[in-house]
C-alpha cells in the first residue's frame, strides 16, 4: 500500500508485534462502520459481527494465532461496544496486547442460552463482536443459535475472516480441494460413529472432520475398519496455533504415528475420496 493510501485511512498507531507491516498500522475514520452497515430506526447500527481465530494460544504466547489477526478484525474488535467471548481470559490476552480497551462477556456452550437475551438487547442499542476460542464462532463453536436470533429480529451479521482450522489443513493436506465436505465432530458413541462412517464410505469428495485427542485413535481405528487403511489422509493437530502440526500419508500410517505418542491438541482430519469405480477394459 501507498503512503498516500495510509494517510487516507488516517494511519496513527502501531499495533504491538504486527511484523509484516513493520511501525505502520491503521485506523480507520470514525463513523465509518455507519456507512458500511445502515441504520435502523433507532438510529443506531444494529450489527452482531463474528470475528474468526483471534485469541492467544493457551500457553499465552501469541506466536501464531495472535499474529494471525487481520487489521479489520482489530478495527472491528476496537469499534464495538461490547465483545462477546467464548472464554474471556483468553481474549482478554489478545486485547491486552493490541491495547484494545472494548467491555468483555463471556458466551460460551453452557450459558449460550441465558445469555442470548441479554446480548439481543445490546444490539439494540449498538454493535456486538462475537469471538470464538480457537475457530470461526457457529462452526462447530457456540455462535449459530445467537446468529439466527439476531437475523431473525433484522440485525446485520458480518463475519470477519481469520484463522480457519478446516481450510488451513485442507489447502495444506495435498488432496484435491475443488469439492469437499465438512462433517464437524463424528458421533461420540461407537456404533453410532461406525453408522456414521458406513454413510460416506462411498463418498468421492474430500472430506474434513474434526476430533478431539481422548478420541482420535478410536475414531482412526473405526475410518480403517470401514474405509481400509490405504485411504489418503492428511492429520492437522492444533492448526493456526503454536504446536501445529500436519502429518500426511494413509489412515494406517496416521494412525501409527499418533500411536508413537499421547495425543494433544485439537485435531483436524483430511481423507481423500472414496476411489473412482473401475472401468471395463
Known sequence: MTDEAFAALNVTKTFPGVKALSDVSMRLRKGSIHALLGENGAGKSTLIKVVSGVHPADSGRLVLDGEDITLRALRILREVDLIAAEDTRHTRKLL??????????????????????????????????????????????PGFELVQAA?????????????????????????????????????????????????????????????????????LGDLIAILGEGRLAALGRELTKLHEEIVRGTLGE???????????????LVLGGAPAPGKWT
Not at 453452557?110 to 444490539?123: Q, S
Not at 451479521?157 to 469437499?180: K, Q, R
Open 151 to 219: 437475523l431473525e429480529r433484522g440485525y446485520e451479521v458480518t463475519s470477519i475472516p481469520g484463522p480457519s482450522a478446516p481450510i488451513a489443513a485442507l489447502v495444506a493436506s495435498g488432496l484435491p480441494t475443488d469439492s469437499f465436505i465438512f462433517l464437524g465432530y463424528l458421533p461420540r458413541k461407537a456404533k453410532a460413529r461406525r453408522a456414521f462412517i458406513e454413510s460416506f464410505s462411498n463418498e468421492r469428495r474430500t472430506l474434513v472432520l474434526f476430533e478431539v485427542p481422548h478420541r482420535i485413535q478410536k475414531t
Open 254 to 268: 496416521v494412525q501409527a504415528h499418533i500411536a508413537s505418542g499421547e495425543p494433544r491438541g485439537e485435531y483436524t
Open 96 to 141: 491486552k496486547r493490541y491495547e484494545i480497551t472494548t467491555k468483555l462477556t463471556s458466551y460460551h456452550e453452557h450459558n449460550k442460552e441465558a445469555r442470548e437475551e441479554h446480548l439481543l438487547d445490546i444490539l439494540g442499542e449498538g454493535d456486538l463482536a462475537l469471538v470464538s476460542d480457537a475457530g470461526t464462532p457457529g462452526l462447530s463453536d
